[in-house]
């Protein structure tokens, strides 16, 4: 938030919100971090007193999509496009705000006709088993990536995130 008072300096405006927590990061500029949906009332004071109250509705930070070096609706994928990848991330499609979703963890399936492999991995930067089946991969390979779970600035609480499938062409 980006808060001014007219006649006052920066470093004397000071905020508080009704359900939750704000924290100034600079002069005239605020993070709130809201506990709950809903309403909330932001109130500003200046030189210690209360110049003005705003109420804000607060929503829900939607979950981000599965990226893989921008890719992130699934579907073909070049093979040695697939191959340069490094990593797995959770972005945003159309959301107005800056949100950072951290990835735990998730699976990685490789199939190829009939056969399956599955690898787990705990960090976004591929592991070296996630590594070494993209190495093996061919044309016509299908890959998932299912179970992911990601933290973003307004829990602790993981997500589940919707999966995703790439075929190699």
Do not use: C
């Amino acid at each position: 938030l980006d808060i001014a008072v007219p006649g006052v300096s920066a470093k004397e405006i000071s905020a508080e919100i009704s359900k939750g927590t704000i924290r100034k990061t600079g002069n005239g500029h605020f993070v709130a971090m809201p506990v709950s949906v809903g309403k909330a009332i932001i109130t500003v004071k200046a030189r210690g007193k209360e110049v003005s109250r705003h109420e804000f509705r607060v929503k829900r930070i939607p979950d981000p999509v599965i990226a893989l070096t921008g890719v992130t609706a699934g579907g073909n994928i070049r093979l040695r496009t697939f191959k340069s990848i490094t990593g797995i991330q959770a972005i945003f499609d159309n959301y107005d705000f800056e949100a950072a979703f951290a990835i735990k963890t998730y699976r990685v399936i490789f199939q190829r006709g009939d056969r399956q492999q599955m690898v787990d991995a705990t960090s976004p930067v591929f592991n070296k088993e996630i590594r070494k089946l993209m190495e093996e991969a061919k044309v016509g390979d299908v890959i998932v990536f299912t179970d992911v779970m990601a933290v973003g600035p307004d829990s602790t609480t993981p997500r589940r995130l919707a999966e995703v499938v790439f075929t190699l062409i």
